[in-house]
């Protein structure tokens, strides 16, 4: 039984997946780099932004790096217009969980900015009781965000579960000792999240929120 669901954010809660690659792409032509494919700009999709960019650059110098990331940011917010909104029942399944008496909180790989920005322009922040992201602590598959949101909250890993569409989700929760649920609508595959020990895979967020509910939650701190 859980008391504490973490969720990933981008390609979890978030359909951003392509305004993310949009971005990773426009940032390597401004950089004079060789545009990576989308599949291949959306598999990076949960590291931190750094991370995010060594791995998709592993030929560029410290100098383009920073400079991917300052144009990724840049493009991110200014030049961009692809929508990204919630996927369908996120509202719902929330106040779901919180009516079962579970804590929620979000493990991402966006900044702190990136997400207070998204948590302030859709008025979702009061769902979660914490938050940690890519540029406080470690990235994912590190374990150390969860570890922090596991000592906020005072529980368990054997209470808590980690809900997220990629390796670096579930991943990152084996490495905590901490249970994964994985998110096939995401930006990895369905098998790529069974390798990954994933407890099991849903097709949609609803689905979640029905195996969640499905006597697998409990209210936070009960005996």
Known sequence: MYQLIIFDWDGTIMDSAQKIANCIQASARDVDLVVPTTEKAKSIIGLGLFEAMRQLFPQASRAEVDALVNA????????????????????????ALEDAGALLAVATGKSRVGLDRIFNSLDIKQHFVTSRCADETRSKPHPQMLEEILDF??????????????????DMAANANMAGLGAAYGVHSAQMLIDSK????????????????NGRVEKAHAN
């Open 72 to 95: 990724y940011k840049y493009n991110f917010v200014n030049n961009d217009k692809t929508e990204q909104k919630l996927f369908d029942g996120v509202r719902e399944g929330l106040q």
């Open 198 to 213: 994933a407890l099991s895979v849903e097709p949609s967020f609803d689905h979640i929120i029905e195996w969640l509910l």
């Open 153 to 170: 909250t005072a529980i368990e890993p054997a209470k808590a579960i980690m809900v997220g569409d990629t390796t670096f989700d579930l």
